[in-house]
């Protein structure tokens, strides 16, 4: 045992030689990720909870595990890997001391990513991962956005708040009744019922159609409050955010599933200045959905915003921001506004995504993308598939739906047919409806209604690139240092689009492809700044004291894969999805919760934060 020591010693005496030569930063790393704290390394069900030797080599050996909190870590040259505690005869793999350089090409340890705009609400209680969120370096999600949480609520109108997801973030019916145990109404039990299998870290809102909901029932999408139900909707608040609510968000917009407001927007300016109030008392922040299509009333409401910043000391975010073709005098407007809110001391932080926006749709079930359109809203809206069918079949009722969206046979002709139901038209899947109608001899219009008709509405579409793609003026917005990263929707709009692989798409298009953002300041922007913006504790850097949540991803390669049909939602229902590429391991709270080559771990070591 001596001679063994005496050689080891001999060894670090030479590595201490060598690094002061090469002027090497070394940095410790010694706390391991460690699993079940009430098992030795060595029967560990996830051996990489503890940093072991995996093969002895002629040229060495190969290692493999977790160490987490180590200060400067992305600054350092090397690493001096010790034990984190005394290893008996069975732990002799884990008994491992050595340097490891910092030497593997675009590797990078960042903290777990933070995605501040979600709706994962009802995908927690039947996926505690929020799958894919998690393989894509995302470490915790903000649900409960846009004034809808999933609590509280009272079983009298759990089919209300349904038909107001399904609107407003189009999320099927069928996946809330076929997925959803209903076993709860207030904010803690739902907290609670979430709880159990948490594999990401949630930061909830709660949302403020459902405060109003609770207290005034039906008349809360009718009339403004009353003194008595306002101090009721107030002290609903606060026990919200002492069960574990992060904020209140609220919407100027939205409307439910009759296509009438959302109790929020019945709310007048001194109810959302008593709520403010509270969220005052407890440091929480406000988030709202603006009026995002018209700059003028934006304006107002970073005016607003900024005024109720500055009255309650409170952090404010709107969302999203979005910059097409014609709106970027618009979107300069807003950032100026912002800028200029920004020194008088309010603090109102705009939303922007990575992504530009793509919409897939079938004329099974309603879509945004006609919403502007009464007669074919209405028709998708509040039909039925056979209803559908026989419209479309209708020579007038048809002749008046083309009438109406003529404006836009631009966005018809670019429309690509995405899945079909049937063999007959596989052979058209890829091609444009510019390319089919040639074919046909016809219109791209009358081949998406046609291929609706011979595919029972199942035909299924893809508009691409529709906006928010002018990467010139994008890049510079996601930079802006008094601009939040977000608005990705995660768990939103399932059927249309998929909301998942903003981080990899924010580092392959705008670090890597276009150098319009550094990987620092990128990293930075989804980690320590969105956690210190959301007043999420302990988490968003590494270094002594924090929780480890880690991502650790390749620089090089790190990118959204492509959108992708998969039919794994509650209720045989399906999503657009992307796997990410690029991300090598994901730890939460100290765990491997997903690594590349394995994928979910099974580890639910998530926390309501």
Not at 224 to 232: F, I
Not at 516 to 533: F, G, L, M, N
Request: aromatic letters at 6%; a negative charge; glycine letters at 8%.
């Amino acid at each position: 045992k001596e001679e063994k020591a005496s050689e080891n010693h001999a060894r670090l005496i030479d590595y201490i030689a060598v690094a002061q030569k090469a002027d090497l930063a070394v940095g410790i790393a010694m706390t391991d990720g460690k699993g079940d704290r009430s098992l030795r390394p060595s029967r560990q069900s996830q051996p990489d909870s503890y940093v072991h030797v995996v093969s002895r080599r002629s040229d060495g050996l190969v290692i493999s595990g977790v160490k987490a909190i180590i200060t400067g870590a992305p600054y350092m040259h090397e690493l001096l890997v010790l034990p984190c505690r005394r290893m008996l005869a069975d732990d002799k793999d884990f008994a491992i001391a050595c340097a490891v350089p910092i030497d593997a090409k675009g590797l990078i340890v960042s903290p777990g990513f933070i995605d501040p705009h979600t709706h994962f609400d009802a995908q927690l209680l039947w996926d505690g991962a929020a799958k894919p969120a998690l393989e894509h370096g995302v470490t915790t999600i903000v649900p409960g956005n846009c004034s809808l949480s999933l609590a509280p609520l009272k079983a009298e109108h759990r089919m209300k708040l349904v038909g107001m997801f399904n609107q407003i973030e189009e999320m099927p019916i069928k996946a809330f009744k076929e997925g959803v145990e209903w076993n709860w109404e207030t904010f803690e039990e739902y907290i609670e019922r979430i709880s159990a299998e948490l594999a990401i870290n949630v930061a909830p809102l709660v949302g403020h159609s459902l405060l109003r909901l609770w207290v005034m029932g039906d008349d809360s999408m009718t009339r403004a409050a009353t003194e008595d139900e306002l101090d009721a909707i107030c002290e609903l608040l606060e026990t919200c955010l002492h069960h574990g609510a992060i904020g209140l968000s609220t919407s100027f917009v939205d409307m439910d599933e009759q296509l009438q407001p959302v109790p929020s927007r019945y709310a007048d300016t001194r109810e959302l200045d008593r709520l403010c109030a509270v969220l005052e008392q407890q440091g929480k922040i406000l988030q709202v959905v603006h009026e995002f299509f018209d700059t003028d009333l934006t304006l107002g409401r970073v005016d607003q915003l900024a005024d109720i910043s500055m009255k309650h000391g409170i952090t404010t975010t709107l969302s999203p921001l979005f910059v097409n073709q014609d709106n970027q005098d618009g979107v300069q407007q807003v950032m100026d506004r912002i800028h200029a809110q920004r020194e008088r001391g309010a603090i109102v932080w705009p939303q922007v995504q990575t992504r530009p926006i793509d919409i897939s749709f079938c004329l099974e079930v309603p879509s945004l993308l006609f919403i502007r359109f009464p007669a074919w809203y209405q028709l998708l809206r509040f039909s039925t598939p056979e209803d559908i069918l026989a419209a479309l079949k209708d020579a007038d009722t048809r002749a008046t739906l083309e009438k109406e969206v003529e404006p836009l046979m631009p966005l018809w002709a670019g429309l690509t047919l995405r899945r079909v139901e049937y063999a007959k038209n596989q052979s058209l899947v890829g091609k444009t409806l510019t390319d089919i109608a040639a074919e046909r001899e016809t219109t791209p219009l009358a081949v998406m209604i046609d291929l609706s008709i011979e595919e029972d509405l199942r035909a299924h579409f893809l508009a691409a690139d529709m906006g928010h793609n002018l990467d010139h003026i994008v890049g510079p917005l996601l930079r802006d240092e008094q601009v939040m990263i977000g608005a990705s929707d995660g768990g939103a709009h399932i059927m249309s689009f998929s909301t998942y692989g903003d981080t990899g798409y924010l580092f392959s298009r705008f670090v890597r492809d276009n150098a319009q953002i550094t990987i620092s300041e990128a990293v930075h922007k989804i980690t320590q700044a969105a956690a210190d913006i959301w007043g999420i504790k302990d988490r968003g850097t590494i270094k002594e004291g924090m929780i480890a949540d880690v991502t650790i991803f390749d620089a090089d390669s790190i990118a959204r894969g492509d959108e992708y049909y998969v039919q794994d939602v509650p209720g045989d229902g399906y999503r657009y999805t992307r796997d990410a590429i690029g991300i090598k391991h994901v730890l939460v709270g100290g765990e491997v919760a997903y690594s590349q080559s394995k994928g979910y771990s099974g580890v639910a070591r998530g926390q309501i934060v």
